[in-house]
Nanobody
Framework: QVPLVESGGGLVQAGGSLRLSCAAS????????MGWFRQAPGKEREFVAA????????YYADSVKGRSTITRDSAKNTVYLQMNSLKAEDTAVYYC?????????????????WGQGIQVTVSS
């Protein structure tokens, strides 16, 4: 069973919005912090946003702060990344991640679980 499954990616025009979803197993979702990362062509994977296991704290990279919101729905075992005012530089493969440690979910160290990634393309 794949522990994390992303959905919601696609092609969007600059200035538009997109909501990414990451469905997790109940075992993971109930006690793991969740994060989003992205990797653009020719660049290293970078942290985007993270949320604590109980949804109490959210963290954002400066590049998306004010434009993105991470939330989690315990009834659906799903974490969301709402992205607004998208820019061409937001184009990347987006990965969901999970770890018991919020610090790891923020990329301080590699998280325990990764999703397979989903493409987001912003056309200018």
């Amino acid at each position: 069973q794949v522990p994390l499954v992303e959905s919601g990616g696609g092609l969007v025009q600059a200035g538009g919005s997109l909501r990414l979803s990451c469905a997790a197993s109940e075992r993971i979702f109930s006690s793991y912090s969740m994060g989003w990362f992205r990797q653009a062509p020719g660049k290293e994977r970078e942290f985007v946003a993270a949320i604590g296991w109980n949804g109490g704290n959210a963290y954002y990279a400066d590049s998306v702060k004010g434009r993105s919101t991470i939330t989690r729905d315990s009834a659906k075992n799903t974490v969301y990344l709402q992205m607004n005012s998208l820019k061409a530089e937001d184009t990347a493969v987006y990965y969901c991640a999970a770890d018991r440690s919020t610090a790891r979910a923020r990329g301080v160290m590699p998280p325990e679980y990764w999703g397979q990634g989903i493409q987001v393309t912003v056309s200018s």
